[in-house]
């Protein structure tokens, strides 16, 4: 049985950097085709993929927001981790991580985290 | 999203069959899957590849890509179909994922 749930901080100040965490079993990121991903959701509002690692240690980024965003894998233990850099009260959203299937340009999300909430404010 | 085009919203009478489109500039030369989100959860994979059901999804659940539209088709609909419906496709020359705007499906 595939499981992922985040972790994180509920509260954030501006400008101040968010780290969050994805611990996951029932699967492992050293399988080809295997990768996870960060996708959020602010409030109201649709789906936004944010960063994909995958099992070779490849990393991709939303476009818009690349140069705040690093994802990391360690293998050993598990775990995903995206850090959010320079946060601003847009970014208040729930952060989902999502095991995601890859073949080549094909890739699906088919397995989420239940989300945490994040909320940016003074 | 401006790359994905869905309705915000649509309304259907149980047992009737709902058309949940997805457009975008030549998207037959994508994959596309479909997800399903009911208030308060996580998304949940419904069909993915265009028209495949991942293991568990009824099969009322139905998809097809032809053109500049992917559609996403449930027939019967129950009340438990209320939710928002989200398309999401890899564009590789970007090496980014794309998620359509979301339609939401009111069961009357």
């Known amino acids: 049985q595939v499981t992922l749930r985040e972790s994180g901080p509920a509260l954030v100040k501006p400008t101040q950097t968010l780290t969050l965490t994805c611990r996951f079993s029932g699967f492992s990121l050293t399988s080809i085709e295997m990768s996870v991903s960060w996708i959020r959701q602010p409030p109201g509002k649709a789906l936004e993929w944010l960063a994909l690692v995958d099992w070779a240690g490849n990393k991709y980024y939303n476009t818009s927001m690349k140069t705040r965003l690093t994802i990391s894998k360690d293998t050993s233990e598990n775990q995903v981790v995206l850090i959010l850099t320079n946060v601003d009260p847009v970014d208040t959203a729930t952060y989902y991580c999502a095991r995601t299937l890859s073949f080549g340009p094909v890739k699906r999300f088919d397995s989420w985290g239940q989300g945490t909430v994040v909320t940016v404010s003074s | ?108």
């Open chain 2, 1 to 108: 999203s401006d790359f994905l085009t869905q309705s915000p919203s649509m309304s259907v009478a149980p047992g009737q069959t709902a058309i949940i489109t997805c457009g975008g500039t030549n998207i037959d030369r994508y994959s596309v899957h479909w997800y399903q989100q009911r208030p308060g959860q996580a998304p949940v994979l419904v069909v993915h590849d265009d028209r495949d059901r991942p293991s568990g999804i009824p099969e009322r659940f139905s998809g097809s890509n032809s053109g500049n539209t992917a559609t996403l088709t449930i027939s019967r609909v129950e009340a438990g179909d209320e939710a928002d419906y989200y398309c999401q496709l890899w564009d590789s020359s970007e090496d980014s994922g794309v998620f359509g705007g979301g339609t939401k499906l009111t069961v009357l």
